[in-house]
C-alpha cells in the first residue's frame, strides 16, 4: 500500500513538472512568435502585409500564432476593432485545442482592443487564473501576467492590489535583470503615483518615467519614444517640439497608425495650427472610421473643438462638439453591446427587464432627491427663521442701548457701556506721567467733538502728532488705560458714531452701504460691514431695515 500512495505521488509530480514545462515551452513559442512579428512590423512592410493578408486554416497547428500574429499587427496599426475580432477568433480555437497559453496571449489582445472602454470582463478573469498557476513557473511569463494585471487596473481605483502587484514585479525585474522588465515596473510606478496624487506627484512621477526611458534606451528604441512621449503629457506645461520627435519618430515605425495621426493632431490643435490640424483630422478620421475606433474619433474631434473654441470660432466649435458628442454615445453603445453578448443578456425579455429596473430605479431616485430637497428647503426655513428672531432680538438690545445716554457698543457685550474717560484699577503700571495722560484725555476729547475719528487719515500717528506727543505715550496710554488697542477705540467711535447718525438721520438711512463706509472713514464697504457685524452681531443692512419698519408703524 505504501509503493502504491509513493507512486502515485510521483505521477502526481511528474504531471506537475510536466504541466509547467508544456507552459515554460508553450510561452516561449509564443512569446518568440510575437517577438518576430513586432521586428517584422519595423523592417519589412511587405511581409507584414502577407501576414495580415493570409487566410489561416482552423486545422493548421500554428492557426492560433498565426491569428496572434495578425493581433500584434493591428495593434500597432490602431485597428482596435478587427483586432478585437481575430483576438475572440483565436480564444474559441485555442479553447477547442486546449491551448491554455494561447488563450491567454488572445485574451491580452482582446483587452488592449478594448482597454478605452474597459470592457473586456473576460481577458481579466484570465489573467487572474493564469496569476496563480504562474507563480512557481516561469518568472519570465509570469511578470507577463503580473504586467498586464497592472495594464488592466490603470484608471481603476485598486490601490492596494496595484501596489502589490507593482511589489511583485520590482522583485521579478531583479531576478530577470530585463532592461523591458525595468522600463515596465518604473513607467507603472510612475502612473500609480499620478493615478493617486495627480498634478501633486509630478515631480515623483517624472522622476520614475526618466528610470524608464533609460532602461528603454538599452533595450527598445520604440518604447522609448513612447515613454518619452508620456513623460512629456506629465509635465504641467510640456514640450511642443519634444512631443512632435516623439511622434514623428514613432509614426516611422508604424504604417497606417490612425493613432499616430490622432497624437498629431493633438499636438498641432494645441498650436492652433489651422492647416496642419486639418490635414491630420481627415487622414485621421478616414482610417478610423473603416476601423469603427469611435473612442479615437471621440478625441480626434474633442480636439478639433478645444483648438477652434480657443480661436473664438464659436460655429467650428459647436459643428466639432456635435461630432464629438455623436462618437461618444457610438463608443458607449459598443460597450454596452459587448457586455450584453459577453453575459448572454442578448435577447428581448432581457432587456425589457432591464430598462424597467433601471426606470425603476431612475424613480426612487427622484423621490430621494425630492425629499431631500424638501428636507434641505425646510430646514433652511427654520434656519432663517430662528436666525432673524435672533437678529431682531440683538436690534431691540441695540436700540435699548442707543436710547441711554452716552450708550456705546462693544464686542464683548452688544449694546454695552463704556466710558470714554476710563482710569486704570490702582493695581495697573502707571507707564506715562499723569500730566501726559492729562493732555492726551484732553486732547482725544477735543478731536472727538470735531468728529476727527471720521477722517480715513485717522491713525495713532496722525493723533499723536495733534495733541503734541509720541506714539510710545499714546499706545501706552490706550493699553493700560482704556485696555483696548487705538484700533479697537477708532472703530468704536465710528460705529457709536453710525449707529446714532442711522438712527436719528432719515436721509442719512437713504446712503448705500460704500457711502456710508466712507463717510465714517472706511474705503470699502466690506470693511465697515465687518467691523458693524463685531460690534453689533446683526448687518447694517438689517438694522437699517429694522429702523425703518418702527419710524414707519
Request: hydrophobic fraction near 35%; include cysteine; glycine fraction near 2%.
Amino acid at each position: 500500500m505504501t509503493r502504491f500512495f509513493t507512486f502515485c505521488i510521483l505521477i502526481i509530480m511528474v504531471s506537475c513538472a510536466k504541466e509547467h514545462q508544456d507552459f515554460s515551452a508553450d510561452f516561449q513559442h509564443y512569446d518568440s512568435v510575437l517577438t518576430n512579428t513586432e521586428t517584422t512590423i519595423y523592417n519589412d512592410t511587405i511581409l507584414t502585409r502577407k501576414i495580415l493578408n493570409a487566410n489561416v486554416n482552423p486545422k493548421d497547428k500554428d492557426a492560433v500564432s498565426k491569428l496572434l500574429a495578425k493581433c500584434q499587427i493591428l495593434c500597432y496599426q490602431g485597428n482596435s476593432a478587427q483586432c478585437d475580432s481575430i483576438a475572440r477568433t483565436a480564444i474559441k480555437l485555442a479553447k477547442q485545442n486546449n491551448d491554455e497559453v494561447g488563450n491567454y496571449f488572445a485574451n491580452t489582445f482582446r483587452y488592449t482592443a478594448n482597454y478605452y472602454s474597459k470592457s473586456d470582463n473576460e481577458a481579466q478573469k484570465v489573467y487572474y487564473e493564469f496569476y496563480e498557476r504562474t507563480k512557481k513557473g516561469n518568472p519570465k511569463f509570469h511578470e507577463n501576467v503580473v504586467n498586464n494585471l497592472i495594464y488592466s487596473m490603470l484608471g481603476i481605483s485598486h490601490d492596494q492590489k496595484f501596489s502589490e502587484y507593482l511589489d511583485e514585479q520590482y522583485t521579478l525585474a531583479k531576478q530577470l535583470n530585463d532592461s523591458l522588465v525595468w522600463c515596465n515596473y518604473y513607467s507603472n510606478k510612475a502612473y500609480l503615483y499620478y493615478e493617486k496624487y495627480e498634478n501633486d506627484s509630478l515631480d515623483l512621477v517624472i522622476s520614475n518615467m526618466d528610470k524608464a526611458l533609460r532602461f528603454c534606451q538599452k533595450g527598445n528604441y520604440q518604447a522609448y519614444y513612447a515613454a518619452l512621449f508620456n513623460r512629456e503629457n506629465f509635465k504641467s506645461k510640456p514640450n511642443p517640439e519634444v512631443l512632435k520627435q516623439c511622434l514623428t519618430e514613432s509614426a516611422r515605425y508604424h504604417f497606417f497608425d490612425p493613432n499616430y495621426y490622432v497624437n498629431l493632431l493633438y499636438y498641432y490643435t494645441s498650436e492652433n495650427d489651422v492647416p496642419n490640424s486639418i490635414y491630420y483630422y481627415e487622414l485621421s478620421q478616414k482610417k478610423l472610421l473603416e476601423n469603427k475606433d469611435y473612442y479615437s474619433l471621440y478625441v480626434n474631434n474633442e480636439n478639433m473643438y478645444n483648438m477652434y473654441k480657443s480661436l473664438n470660432d464659436a460655429e467650428k466649435a459647436l459643428h466639432y462638439k456635435d461630432l464629438s458628442y455623436k462618437y461618444e454615445r457610438l463608443c458607449d453603445a459598443k460597450d454596452r453591446r459587448d457586455k450584453i453578448n459577453e453575459l448572454e443578456w442578448f435577447y428581448k425579455s432581457k432587456e425589457i427587464k432591464h430598462d424597467l429596473y433601471v426606470k425603476k430605479i431612475e424613480n426612487i431616485v427622484l423621490i430621494i432627491f425630492a425629499g431631500v430637497l424638501l428636507i434641505s428647503f425646510f430646514g433652511y426655513w427654520v434656519f432663517n427663521v430662528g436666525r432673524k428672531r435672533r437678529q431682531h432680538q440683538k436690534y431691540l438690545e441695540l436700540m435699548n442701548k442707543l436710547n441711554e445716554k452716552n450708550a456705546v457698543v462693544t464686542p464683548e457685550n452688544t449694546g454695552g457701556l463704556i466710558n470714554p474717560d476710563y482710569e486704570a484699577d490702582d493695581n495697573t503700571k502707571i507707564t506715562v506721567e499723569e500730566e501726559v495722560i492729562e493732555k492726551i484725555v484732553n486732547g482725544l476729547k477735543k478731536m472727538e467733538k470735531k468728529h476727527d475719528f471720521l477722517k480715513p487719515d485717522f491713525r495713532l500717528a496722525y493723533v499723536a502728532k495733534k495733541i503734541n506727543t509720541n506714539t510710545t505715550y499714546l499706545s501706552s496710554y490706550f493699553n493700560n488705560y482704556k485696555k483696548q488697542t487705538f484700533s479697537e477705540y477708532t472703530q468704536e467711535l465710528r460705529i457709536n458714531y453710525v449707529l446714532a447718525k442711522i438712527k436719528e438721520d432719515p436721509i442719512f438711512r437713504k446712503y448705500t452701504l460704500q457711502a456710508i463706509a466712507e463717510e465714517i472713514g472706511y474705503r470699502e464697504a466690506a470693511t465697515f460691514v465687518r467691523i458693524f457685524k463685531k460690534y453689533t452681531g446683526i448687518s447694517p443692512s438689517f438694522f437699517i431695515e429694522e429702523i425703518e419698519k418702527d419710524k414707519s408703524g
